[in-house]
């Protein structure tokens, strides 16, 4: 296949189009500034999703997919101007791109979202729990908004397209997991002031393994793409100590009973059934253990 992919260079960007390459496929990293080095394989296109729409007919020639991952991730923004420049490059960047998509006549599109748009009082959230966020309202609000403004350019259009709503992602080198991972192995104390605050952690490739699954087969519809389960920040410091064979010390400096709880499971049977297979936390931690180089630069 031949895939136009935004946000190619970042986090989640660069693992999918590692992934799409080891798997055969060519690649057009649309964006505002061209890496330093291009991947064998990939070629540059110049887009930016906060100005008025270009022509990317040119380089979009046989492009079977476009896989939208660049976004605004201002979870609190600081004034009218930040609160204005999320909703510009989320949601109606969003719709620059799918205009332009449809002017080059690429057929399918798939779009990273957040699972965390979900009512998170549920214990357990497919894709039919209520969107309705309570905590980073604006920018999840802005992540709905795009979802549906998204939905119906591409129906306007007929272009197929799938949502992949995605939880907590780590494996990043720069996520709690990886901090928690590095202290306990330190010896240094986890200090939790909400023990009880959890997430659904799903790992970085399972990720890119899940949106190039959708590329691929050319879904339809919405999908969460996570893990299954949820591990609060206590069930997270024991799991790595277990992993680790090593003891922790823990110290909660907060009560248990806060208000905030964080966010739901998100079941990801919908994906699994199109032959999604995430990994378990104990697995993921032990990749990321085999990673690890510890502060004083002696490799695990």
Same mark, same amino acid.
């Given at each position: ?38 991947? $064998? ?31 605004s991730i201002d979870t609190n923004p600081a004034d009218d101007a930040a609160a204005t ?45 209520? /969107? ?25 259009? #007929?272009? #197929?397209?799938?949502?992949?709503? /995605?939880?907590?992602?780590? #494996?990043? $080198? ?11 192995? $330190?010896?240094?104390? /986890? ?24 590329? $691929? ?66 697995? /993921? ?16």
């Amino acid at each position: 296949m031949r895939l136009a992919v935004t946000g190619a260079t970042g986090t989640v960007g660069r693992a999918f189009v590692e992934q799409a390459l080891g798997a055969g496929h060519s690649v057009v990293m649309l964006g505002r500034t061209a890496p330093k080095v291009l991947p $064998e394989g990939c070629q540059f296109c110049e887009f930016d999703l906060t100005a008025p729409p270009t022509d990317l007919k040119p380089s979009l020639q046989g492009v079977d997919c476009a896989v939208h991952l660049a976004a605004s991730i201002d979870t609190n923004p600081a004034d009218d101007a930040a609160a204005t420049a999320l909703w510009t490059t989320n949601v109606l960047g969003t719709g620059r791109l799918i205009e332009a998509l449809a002017k080059a006549g690429v057929s399918h599109f798939v779009m990273a979202s957040s699972a965390n748009i979900y009512d998170p009082l549920v214990e357990r959230a497919d894709e039919q729990t209520p /969107i309705r966020p309570q905590s980073r309202t604006l920018y999840l609000s802005s992540k709905a908004a795009q979802e549906a403004f998204a939905r119906e350019l591409c129906r306007k259009h #007929g272009i #197929g397209h799938a949502v992949l709503r /995605i939880s907590s992602v780590i #494996g990043t $080198e720069n996520d709690i997991v990886a901090k928690f991972l590095a202290m306990t192995l $330190e010896g240094k104390t /986890i200090t939790l002031a909400n023990p009880e605050y959890g997430a659904d952690f799903v790992a970085l490739n399972d990720v890119a393994a899940g949106l190039l699954l959708a590329a $691929e087969k050319r879904l339809e519809g919405d999908f969460n793409l996570s893990s299954g389960e949820r591990h609060t920040l206590e069930d997270l410091a024991h799991t790595i100590a277990k992993v680790c064979s090593v003891p922790v010390s823990i110290n909660e400096s907060g009560p248990h009973g806060a208000p905030d709880k964080g966010f739901p499971a998100i079941a990801c049977s919908k994906l699994s059934g199109c032959g999604y297979n995430p990994t378990a936390l104990p697995d /993921i931690i032990a990749r990321m253990k085999s990673n690890i180089t510890l502060s004083d630069g002696a490799s695990l």
